[in-house]
């Protein structure tokens, strides 16, 4: 009997999809992890050196990117490759920060722009505060499927000419958020969670907190949140990324 439970453990965890973690702050996902592994994923992280030294085999049923520093040239060409030939890649936090300035396609592959500190229109800005997240997609899959809101926020979609409206939300208390993450590929982006902050330079609103894209035979996803590892101890966030490894094209 005990050898048939340790026989179905490891079936279990060779049949376990893999999920690929490239980045270069390990601790802050540990968290994450071990929700992934309770949900029948395998969870595996790599700092870009291993990324690159791994053996040869089949393609990871996901990936995701959580590198704040120097993202290398191979990793970046991989990471594109990997999505555009059907892969799913989900960028965390800082993966499209200002850092990625340095890097000459991982932006307009994302259909995003950053501009420096110093521009007079829409400069990069980091801020920080509660940060409130706002489903912009009720109904939608990743949004929703198992995702518990313990409040709802007003809040005024900051693309223009709409109105305020209550909508279902959570908090990140004293973290990190991101400012004019600009679009470049017009509405080619489904947004499905924007933020609201109010810190100490003002009270900011912008539709920038989760979206998706189509690449080719590929799928993009990006989420704003993560900078602390108890960021993904909420268990809406945490839910949500699970669902974006679930869902599939059409599944609302």
């Known amino acids: 009997m005990v050898a048939l439970l340790l026989l179905l453990t490891c079936w279990l965890a060779w049949a376990a999809p893999e999920v690929l973690v490239v980045g270069d702050e390990e601790k802050p996902l540990a968290a994450l992890g071990a929700f992934l592994g309770k949900h029948g994923h395998s969870f595996r992280y790599l700092d870009q050196a291993g990324y690159r030294a791994r053996k ?57 722009v950053l501009m420096p500190r110093d521009s007079t229109a829409h400069p990069w800005k980091v801020i920080w505060g509660d940060v409130e997240i706002v489903n912009l997609r ?48 017009a509405r080619s982006k489904t947004v499905l ?38 960021d993904f101890d909420n268990p809406s966030f945490r839910q949500i990324i699970l669902n974006s490894l679930n869902w599939q094209p059409g599944q609302e």
């Not at 539709?207 to 590892?229: I, M, N, S, T």
């Open 138 to 185: 009720p109904g939608h899959y990743v949004t929703s499927h198992n995702v518990r809101y313990d409040r709802t926020i007003a809040y005024t979609p900051s693309e223009g000419l709409s109105v305020e409206k209550r909508l279902p939300g959570f908090v990140l208390p004293d973290t990190e958020a991101y400012l004019n993450q600009l679009f470049s590929d």
């Open 56 to 112: 040869p085999g089949p393609a990871p049923a996901a990936m995701m990117m959580y590198v704040h520093n120097t993202l290398d040239d191979d990793t970046e060409a991989a990471l594109i490759s990997y999505t555009r030939q059907g892969g799913r890649l989900i960028i965390l936090h800082h993966g499209l920060a200002s850092a990625r300035m340095r890097n000459k396609e991982i932006l307009p592959f994302a259909g995003m």
């Open 193 to 230: 969670l924007g933020f609201t902050c109010q810190c100490k330079e003002g009270t900011y609103t912008q539709d920038r907190a989760g979206w998706y894209l189509p690449v080719e035979k590929g799928h993009l996803f990006y989420f704003q949140q993560g900078h602390h590892a108890r």
